[in-house]
């Protein structure tokens, strides 16, 4: 039986800072007796929106496993090609810089149908540093290129993906209490909950696809965290960067993120607690 952790480079491992992709990435390198093939590169994707507690988690396995792992980010600029740069743990922003350029670059707001965080701040980042290290093919090619920590337990999240060759997890059988088994017996762990092997803290910290009641319950825990999604819509709606009314919000249908720090602030919930997430290929 072939091993689906078994890689022959050229290739890249996108790490996203959770413990699924965090185990992919430890499966291959036992694959290959420790350390990364020829080859073969690992990259993370910061927006600047990440818990703190993720990026020292890519960090610790870094430091903890010996593996190089490259940390990219969206930069503005004119020419596509220069909307990048290579960071480390050390200079990586931590208050949102990157989305905020890209909003401000964009002139409306990501949403659920015009997903262009994701692709500007993690795939197309990752995509131009292959590129400069060599890694061939066209840009299309390069974007769908990384191997993606999705688990057998993710249907939804599969059949998104053509090449399941780029899905080591799935192919090997790997569900979530796998991940949550081997994380809570490992030296070291993600300094986030384990919610039935959920992270809802995980990925941008109120991304908007997340369920509203995850937000709000987020918000509630700690009402800092709304601040700069709320300056992002506050912005968006005074400098009338959209051409329609949705532009100017992350989600037309539930409430800006200032009303949900109000709602937190008077302890009110108008939320379905059973929404799903919306699938992204940010991760866990």
Known sequence: MIDPFKIDGPACISVSGGRTSGYMLWRILQAHGGTLPAGVVACFANTGKEEAATLDFVHAMATQWNVPIHWVEFKPATEPVDRWHEVTFYTASRAGEPFAALIAQKQYLPNPVTRFCTI?????????????????????????????????????????????????????????????????????????????????????????????????????????????????????????????????????????????????????????????????????
Request: hydrophobic share 45%; glycine share 6%; proline share 5%.
């Open 120 to 284: 500007e701040m993690k795939i197309r980042p990752i995509a131009r540093f292959l590129r400069s290290r060599g890694f061939e093919g066209t840009m299309d090619d390069l974007e769908n290129a990384s191997l993606i920590g999705i688990r057998a337990d993710e249907p939804r999240r599969i059949a998104k993906i053509k090449d399941r060759s780029r899905l080591p997890l799935a192919a090997a059988g790997v569900s979530a209490a796998d991940v949550g088994a081997f994380w809570a017996s490992h030296s070291f762990d993600l300094g986030l909950p384990n919610i039935g092997g959920r992270t809802m803290h995980g990925n941008c910290d109120l991304c908007f696809l997340k369920p509203a009641a995850q937000v709000f319950s987020l918000i509630n825990e700690k009402p800092s965290r709304a601040i700069w999604w709320a300056s992002m819509e506050a912005m968006a709606m005074a400098m009338a960067m959209a051409s329609k009314p949705s532009g100017a919000v992350f989600r037309s249908d539930r409430p800006t993120y200032a009303q949900m720090a109000k709602f937190a602030s008077e302890q009110a919930s108008i939320f379905d607690p059973n929404e799903e997430a919306i699938a992204c290929f940010c991760g866990d």
